[in-house]
């Protein structure tokens, strides 16, 4: 047997890769029956992902962990994984405020591979390992590859070299984890099983993945302190809504009418857990710094401590 024919073998068995006999005729189907083929289909993705809870929790914990020791977390995939890694990592600086070097995501094929598809840029496990050696990946960092496959090369080398290094390792794919090709210590595997048209693994495949990177980077930032209550308080004003946003986030916490929100944010120098500490506290700006640093962001913490 080939090479060619192995691989080929190997693709074909792959969950995602059979044909759905819910939409056998969506060929011939209406707009409506389509989009009901659709959703019903993509309605058992949750329910798949919380059968996967424990380990999920596991990983978030190993994430939180790294932060704490200085570490990062870095995405590595191919296609539709790479873009979903790429866009997790890009919205965790304006969501929690967090440093851009904190979590990032590496695509197949490089920055351009997120809009035009790279031939090839996946298919050898070199190129992953490449980036994880010219990154200076090296512990706490933690590495999570992303494949609905489970055995894009790219990915299986930058997990296995992120293992020679002693990083933490982490798989989220889509198929049962006896198709996974790599050994990682946290293995996420949601198998949705055939898409709706097959092979698509933008659409189950993709909800699935993306469901599962919201719960690993939001879970890690509320151990780190970046949410009070059910609230993101460590958010980046970047632009005039979230500068409005910010002045809401103050008076939701504190008696503040409108104009005094947004005196106690310009005193906290655009700061929201500072100003809310402020508030609350009662306190000026360099003793809820101080207090905030203290309890390690977290505003409860902080706010019993005065």
Not at 81 to 102: I, K, N, Q
Not at 111 to 117: E, L
Not at 195 to 223: F, P
């Amino acid at each position: 047997m080939t090479e060619e024919q192995a691989l080929f073998d190997k693709i074909s068995k792959l969950a995602t890769e059979q044909r759905n006999e819910a939409s056998m005729k969506i060929d011939v189907a209406s707009p409506e029956e389509i989009v009901r083929i659709i959703n019903e289909e993509d309605q058992k993705v949750a329910k798949l992902v919380s059968l996967r809870s424990d380990v999920i929790a596991e990983a978030i914990e190993a994430i939180s962990e790294s932060f704490n020791l200085g570490g990062r977390l870095l995405y590595f995939g191919a296609g539709t994984s790479g873009r979903l890694g790429v866009v997790d990592a890009s919205e965790c600086p304006p969501t929690f405020g967090s440093d851009p070097e904190l979590v990032q995501g590496f695509i197949a094929g490089g920055k351009d591979a997120m809009y035009v598809a790279k031939e090839g840029a996946e298919d050898f496990e070199e190129n992953g390992a490449t980036d994880v050696r010219d990154n200076e990946i090296f512990p706490p960092d933690v590495v999570c590859g992303l494949a609905a496959s489970g055995r894009t090369p790219y990915v299986v080398g930058a997990l296995n070299e992120a293992k020679k290094r002693g990083c933490k390792t982490i798989m989220v794919s889509t198929v049962p984890k006896e198709q996974i090709d790599v050994d990682a210590d946290y293995i996420i595997d949601v198998p949705v099983g055939p898409e709706v048209v097959m092979g698509s693994t933008r659409m189950k495949s993709g909800t699935a993945q993306k469901m599962v990177l919201n719960m690993l980077t939001t879970g890690a930032m509320i151990r780190q302190g970046k949410v009070y209550e059910n609230v993101m308080v460590d958010l980046q004003l970047t632009n005039k809504k979230l500068v409005e946003r910010a002045k809401k986030i103050i008076m939701i916490f504190t008696d503040l009418n409108y104009e005094e929100a947004a005196g106690y944010l310009k005193k906290a120098d655009n700061h929201v857990k500072t100003a809310i500490v402020m508030a609350l506290g009662k306190t000026e700006k360099e003793h809820a710094e101080t207090l905030l640093k203290k309890h390690n962001g977290f505003i409860r913490k902080a706010i019993k401590d005065i």
